[in-house]
């Protein structure tokens, strides 16, 4: 088995402020993701990365950065915060068809 | 591009009840579906997966039969524990995996004694 490690666990930032969030995996999966949810609005795409050094856009990659040095860890970057922003951002990873593995999140508030 | 609808956002029942939970899809692709369960304050976890066209799977007293025909993939469960109080979302896939998952809204499932 593994694990995915999602830090940090809550997130507080001022408008404006460009915010980091870290995602680790220990499952040598090749393919890592960032989603964000919303309440009642599901799980959207922001980036993926195929491999090390390989990022893609997904639907909501407008207003974020990411960033893929190793395999086993994606980091994600949030450019500008947007004032009462609340979210909460999961990272994934998957290997074959489809089948993600969550990390437990990071929940984002913009104060 | 690519759609997936859940037509009820709560669902309440009691204990003990068969639950069915909706899910159509819209794709140019040949299709993978998936459900993902997520309990309060956790990650969304894997519940069944399928491509196959008219097979049931099933998992943990769940199961899920792909029909492409009717673009559906309707969960269900004969009798619902107090346990599967949580968020179920449904999941579309195309052929090239590697691009992600395009999630429904999702479907809260509130199970009462």
């Known amino acids: 088995g593994g694990i995915i490690t999602q830090t940090p666990k809550f997130l507080i930032g001022q408008e404006g402020q460009k915010l980091t969030l870290k995602c680790q995996q220990n499952?040598?999966?090749?393919?890592m993701y960032w989603y964000r949810q919303d309440s009642g609005k599901g799980l959207r795409l922001i980036y993926y990365?195929?491999?090390?050094?390989?990022?893609q856009k997904g639907d909501l990659s407008e207003g974020y950065d990411a960033s893929r040095e190793k395999k086993s860890s994606f980091s994600l970057t949030v450019t500008s915060a947007q004032k009462n922003e609340m979210a909460v951002f999961l990272c994934?990873?998957?290997?074959?068809?489809?089948?993600?593995?969550f990390g437990p999140g990071t929940r984002l508030t913009v104060l | 591009g690519d759609s997936v609808t859940q037509t009820e956002g709560l669902v309440t029942l009691t204990k003990g009840l068969p639950v069915m939970l909706n899910c159509t899809y819209q794709t140019t692709y040949s299709p993978f579906l998936f459900w993902y369960v997520q309990h309060l304050n956790e990650a969304p976890k894997l519940l069944l997966k399928s491509s196959t066209d008219n097979k049931r799977t099933e998992h943990q007293g769940f199961y899920a039969t792909l029909h492409k025909s009717s673009s559906s993939f309707h969960l269900q469960k004969s009798s619902v524990q107090l346990s599967d109080s949580a968020l179920y979302f449904c999941a579309l896939s195309e052929d090239n995996y590697a691009q992600g998952l395009t999630f429904g809204l999702g479907t809260r499932v509130s199970v009462f004694p």
């Open positions: 499952f040598n999966h090749d393919t």
């Open positions: 990365s195929i491999t090390e050094n390989d990022l």
């Open positions: 994934a990873s998957s290997i074959d068809w489809g089948e993600q593995y």
